[in-house]
């Protein structure tokens, strides 16, 4: 029990680590590390377009954030927000029944 107490430990220090040093340059990574802190597709959709982000001249909506967190993960807060996703949905997914 102790054992797992300090490798969550771990886990915990090395996320707030990479998430501290994370410094997002694009629309997509602004868009996985949104997801990171909020975890809600809604609320980082609404926070990217106050943000000014656009596709083209339209604003964002919930599809074109999930497939950014959907797409194939380029660094390490985007493998992070990719589980989270897949993890939230299941959980949102098994409520249905």
Do not use: C
Request: aromatic fraction near 8%; avoid cysteine; charged fraction near 35%.
């Amino acid at each position: 029990m102790i054992e797992d107490a300090k490798e969550k430990i771990k886990q915990l220090e090395n996320y707030i680590e990479t998430v501290e040093n994370y410094s997002p340059e694009t629309m997509e990574q602004e868009a996985v590390f949104l997801y990171v802190l909020l975890e809600s597709v809604t609320k980082v959709t609404a926070e990217l377009n106050k943000r000014g982000y656009r596709i083209g001249n339209r604003k964002l909506n919930t599809v074109d954030v999930s497939s950014i967190i959907k797409s194939k993960p380029v660094d390490k807060i985007h493998e992070m927000a990719k589980r989270r996703f897949t993890r939230n949905k299941k959980a949102v997914a098994g409520k249905w029944f």
